[in-house]
């Protein structure tokens, strides 16, 4: 079993940056492949970032690659996501989340509550 927290997530202005946190919690929430996924409202959760259990292996989704970049730090427990030149369609709640075996873009085992991200025009 892993419990995921979220934080991290504001308002913030187009073109600014936030830095999302996510804390796991489990004895070895380390070897997990980890992502995090966003949903606006009246919209379909979808995938944003995905990183390997090492943490050499990372995707991202075509609307954010070069914009946020996923991080972790297993000795902490922690995954991470810098997000630069943010763009009000960034607006969502972005949960983080956790999977056993390799990093992909769905099927993951476990979600945190979500944290609410804010792009002002």
């Known amino acids: 079993q892993v419990q995921l927290v979220e934080s991290g997530g504001g308002l913030v202005q187009a073109g600014g940056s936030l830095r999302l946190s996510c804390a796991a919690s489990?004895?070895?929430?380390?070897?997990?492949?980890m992502g995090w996924f966003r949903q606006a409202p009246g919209k379909e959760r979808e995938f944003v970032a995905a990183?390997?259990?090492?943490?050499?292996?990372?995707y991202y989704a075509d609307s954010v690659k070069g914009r946020f970049t996923i991080s972790r730090d297993n000795a902490k427990n922690s995954v991470f996501l810098q997000m630069n030149s943010l763009k009000p369609e960034d607006t969502a709640v972005y949960y983080c989340?956790?999977?056993?075996?390799?990093?992909?873009?769905?099927?993951?085992?476990?979600w945190g509550q979500g944290t609410q991200v804010t792009v002002s025009s």
């Open positions: 489990g004895r070895t929430a380390s070897s997990y492949a």
């Open positions: 990183i390997s259990w090492s943490g050499r292996t990372t």
């Open positions: 989340a956790a999977r056993r075996g390799y990093a992909t873009t769905e099927l993951y085992d476990y």
